[in-house]
C-alpha cells in the first residue's frame, strides 16, 4: 500500500532550538519525496523536492531508503517557520504524478 | 494569471443541494488535479486530468462526484446531492512535465 505517514501532529520548539519533522513512507518502487508547507492564511506551497537536493529557508531533507524516511531539518528555528508542514509522495514510472500526503505536522516556533 | 485560480473561497449549501466548483490552471500548464483535504488530515487525490483527457480518477469517492476539462483549461468538479461527509476544502493543483504542482486556494465547501 501507498502511504505517507507523519507521526507528530504538532511539535513546538523555541526559537533557536533544532527541528527535525518526521516522515516515513510505503511504496513499492521509487518514490518521488516532497515537503509541502502552509502557512497562514497562504496556499500550499513547495518547500522542497528530494531529487533537487536543495536547502530552502535553511531547511534540508534526505531520502534514507533503508529506513523509507524523508525527516525535514533545520539546525536553528526561527519564528516565521511556524506553519503546517506536509510530506507527500509521488510514484515515478507508469504513474500520474499524484501525489499521495501525510496528515500534516503544525511547526510551532515560541519566541 | 499568476497561480492555480480557484472559485468560490467559500461555499455553503443544503444537503441533498448540488455544487460546482472551478478550478482555473496556470497558463499552459497540461496537467490538472483535484484533491479532497477533510478538516485535520492531509490533502487526498480525487482526480486527475492531462488537457481535455480525464487519466485517473481513481480517487472519486462516489458517483456523485464529477469532473471535467472540456477545453483542457478550466475545470469543474461537480457534486450531486451533497451530503454532509462532503464538507471539506476542495484543493486544484496544476503542472507542467516534470515540474512540482502548484496549488490554489482550495474552496471550502460547508454542506449543512
Known amino acids: 500500500a501507498q502511504r505517507v505517514t507523519q507521526p507528530e501532529k504538532l511539535l513546538s520548539v523555541f526559537k533557536g532550538a533544532p527541528v527535525e519533522l518526521k516522515c516515513n513512507y510505503s511504496y513499492s518502487g521509487s518514490p518521488e519525496l516532497f515537503w509541502y508547507v502552509q502557512y497562514s492564511r497562504q496556499r500550499l506551497q513547495l518547500l522542497l523536492r528530494?531529487?533537487s537536493r536543495e536547502s530552502i529557508k535553511g531547511f534540508t531533507a534526505d531520502l534514507n531508503k533503508g529506513e523509507t524516511s524523508f525527516h525535514l531539518k533545520k539546525p536553528f528555528a526561527q519564528e516565521e517557520d511556524s506553519a503546517m508542514y506536509y510530506c507527500?509522495?509521488?510514484?515515478?514510472?507508469?504513474?500520474?504524478?499524484?501525489?499521495?500526503f501525510g496528515q500534516g505536522t503544525t511547526l510551532q516556533v515560541k519566541p | 494569471g499568476a497561480g492555480v485560480s480557484q472559485s468560490p473561497r467559500y461555499k455553503v449549501a443544503k444537503r441533498g443541494q448540488d455544487v460546482a466548483l472551478r478550478c482555473d490552471p496556470i497558463?499552459?500548464?497540461?496537467?490538472l488535479f483535484w484533491y479532497q483535504q477533510a478538516l485535520g488530515q492531509g490533502p487526498e487525490f480525487l482526480t486527475y486530468?492531462?488537457?481535455?483527457?480525464?487519466?485517473?480518477k481513481s480517487g472519486l469517492p462516489s458517483d456523485r462526484f464529477f469532473a471535467e476539462r472540456p477545453e483542457g483549461s478550466v475545470s469543474t468538479l461537480k457534486i450531486q446531492r451533497t451530503q454532509q461527509e462532503d464538507s471539506a476544502v476542495y484543493l486544484c493543483?496544476?503542472?507542467?512535465?516534470?515540474?512540482?504542482?502548484?496549488f490554489g486556494d482550495g474552496t471550502r465547501l460547508s454542506i449543512l
Open positions: 528530494h531529487i
Open positions: 493543483a496544476s503542472s507542467q512535465g516534470a515540474q512540482p504542482q502548484h
Open positions: 486530468f492531462q488537457n481535455e483527457a480525464q487519466l485517473d
Open positions: 507527500a509522495l509521488s510514484g515515478r514510472s507508469g504513474n500520474t504524478g499524484k501525489l499521495i
Open positions: 497558463s499552459g500548464h497540461v496537467s
